[in-house]
T-cell receptor, first 112, second 114 residues
């Protein structure tokens, strides 16, 4: 059974700080990695995707992937109260690129 | 506007009364999927479809049916709903373009079975 693990949180950071969210996965051949943001009662919203080792930056968001360590992270710089949400990590595996396995999410709270 | 739509958004029904939740996307995506989300269990895939007339089971398919007769539509059918199917349901779609398979979610359907 493929697993995706995240700390459930809550992770609390002050406004303007860097929030660091972590995710580990069990299937060594996992190929595609995604971060979704979900506000309470709303649908998951794709914010980052990463497919190769290293860093990928998009605005205040940076995704980091280390396949050797089976680890993917999301950094949010200059955190804002509007970033307060649950962040879901999701991965796919070769041959099943349509099948996403999700972690249970990390609740982030950004305090003004 | 590119989007995935679901109807109804909220539904309260009784045990055993057949229901259908519709899902439609206007992005010409090949792939569509249904998930349920429950507290403490996260998002779990129910069924998915890789294209018209091609469907397969996800992780929790028991008690559900799907069909994919048209590329844009992927309805979820509960033939005889039970209280343990009370959940928040999401439909998602993605394209194979550039081999990225990024999935985009509909707004969700909150189902209560009494």
């Amino acid at each position: 059974q493929k697993e995706v693990e995240q700390n459930s949180g809550p992770l609390s950071v002050p406004e303007g700080a860097i929030a660091s969210l972590n995710c580990t996965y069990s299937d060594r051949v996992s190929q595609s990695f995604f971060w979704y943001r979900q506000y309470s009662g709303k649908s998951p919203e794709l914010i980052m995707s990463i497919y190769s080792n290293g860093d990928k930056e998009d605005g205040r968001f940076t995704a980091q992937l280390n396949k050797a360590s089976q680890y993917v992270s999301l950094l949010i710089r200059d955190s804002q109260p509007s970033d307060s949400a649950t962040y879901l990590c999701a991965v796919t595996a070769p041959g099943s690129n349509y099948k996403l396995t999700f972690g249970k999410g990390t609740l982030l709270t950004v305090n003004p | 506007e590119a989007q995935v739509t679901q109807n109804p958004r909220y539904l309260i029904t009784v045990t055993g009364k057949k229901l259908t939740v519709t899902c439609s996307q206007n992005m010409n995506h090949e792939y569509m999927s249904w998930y349920r989300q429950d507290p403490g269990l996260g998002l779990r895939q129910i069924y998915y479809s890789m294209n018209v007339e091609v469907t397969d089971k996800g992780d929790v398919p028991e008690g559900y049916k799907v069909s994919r007769k048209e590329k844009r539509n992927f309805p979820l059918i509960l033939e005889s709903p039970s209280p343990n199917q009370t959940s928040l349901y999401f439909c998602a779609s993605s394209s194979r373009r550039d081999y990225k398979y990024e999935q985009y979610f509909g707004p969700g359907t909150r189902l209560t079975v009494t």
